[in-house]
């Protein structure tokens, strides 16, 4: 089975930058129609961040991180990337990168997990 390991959180300033990086062991997630980002704080119902067609087509950014985040892609590399810019201190939570044929995972329309995702990589920012 595909693994998806995140890397690239940490603690950061608000106002500050990360980059998140997700590689895949295989290409097996890219058989999903879209992949992106999840990210949940403590009790706190899971968000979903960004996704992207796996075919390089349109990007969905929730609200809350529209113009200070983008998704993108390496599939060379078999690598997803998650820049984050502007970071506030709501910003915080474990992220996680995910791949599934649903979109509606991604826009809030489904409370199924993702049929694939990794085990998060942690994001703190303080203020």
């Known amino acids: 089975q595909v693994q998806l390991v995140e890397s690239g959180g940490g603690s950061v300033q608000a106002g500050g930058s990360l980059r998140l990086s997700c590689a895949a062991s295989?290409?097996?997630?890219?058989?999903?129609?879209?992949m992106g980002w999840f990210r949940q704080a403590p009790g706190k119902e899971r968000e979903g961040v960004a996704c992207t067609s796996t075919s390089g087509g349109s990007t969905y950014y929730a609200d809350a991180v529209k113009g200070r985040f983008t998704a993108s892609q390496d599939n060379a590399k078999n690598t997803l990337y998650l820049q984050m810019d502007s970071l506030k201190p709501e910003d915080t939570a474990m992220y996680y990168c995910?791949?599934?044929?649903?979109?509606?995972?991604?826009?809030?329309?489904?409370?199924?997990?993702?049929?694939?995702w990794g085990q998060g990589t942690q994001v703190t920012v303080s203020s």
């Open positions: 995910a791949a599934d044929h649903d979109v509606g995972i991604w826009l809030g329309y489904s409370t199924q997990s993702p049929k694939y």
């Open positions: 295989d290409d097996t997630y890219r058989s999903q129609d879209f």
